[in-house]
């Protein structure tokens, strides 16, 4: 009877153990914001964060609505510039002369894809935005900052080290 009792708070023991481990596991990869059954998306989090309204997200659908039809055609055009280079690059001897061209035309569209975020934001920013959650985004753009910031010392400090 009490072998019963020891192997079977064991296998109890070990079963918690791996929960918590998994637990523990998903909050090192989410980075301790949330846990892990709730996932926002990426403008869902923002939303969120920012706490907007119904009213503000569907400003922000039709504010988005306007904009997508540019962005889509930006975005197919990328992807054209991108099977171009494609091509080329992966002949047996590419034309090492078209490269730099086609890079150039990328590099065109992107600026235009940015450009247009931009101003997606800004039109939210001013827009949709109260003071508070202006702030709120303010803080979000900063630790936004912060962060790539940091990705760019780890990627610096993995190149040091080879």
């Given amino acids: 009877m009490t072998r019963r009792i020891l192997w079977t708070s064991i296998g109890i023991l070990m079963i918690v153990a791996s929960f918590t481990a998994a637990w523990a ?9 949330r846990l892990f059954w709730f996932h926002y ?14 009213v503000q997200k569907s400003q922000i659908k ?10 889509a055609e ?15 690059t992966f002949q047996s001897t590419p034309d090492e002369r078209r490269i ?15 450009a247009e975020k931009e101003k ?15 702030v709120q985004a303010d803080q979000l753009q900063k630790q ?5 910031d940091q990705v760019a010392s780890r990627i610096g400090e993995t190149i040091g080290k080879q």
């Fill in 100 to 114: 730099p061209e086609i890079a150039a035309h990328q590099g065109a569209t992107l600026a235009r894809l940015f």
């Fill in 41 to 54: 998306g990426p403008m869902g989090y923002v939303a969120h964060e920012l706490e907007l309204s119904d």
């Fill in 144 to 148: 936004w900052d912060s962060y790539l």
């Fill in 120 to 134: 997606l934001t800004s039109t939210i920013y001013s827009q949709v935005l109260n003071p508070r959650q202006r």
């Fill in 62 to 71: 039709t504010i988005w609505g306007g904009e997508r039809p540019n962005i």
């Fill in 25 to 33: 596991q998903t909050q090192r990869w989410r980075a301790g914001y």
């Fill in 74 to 88: 930006l975005i197919r055009e990328l992807a054209s510039e991108q099977r171009e280079m494609d091509e080329i």
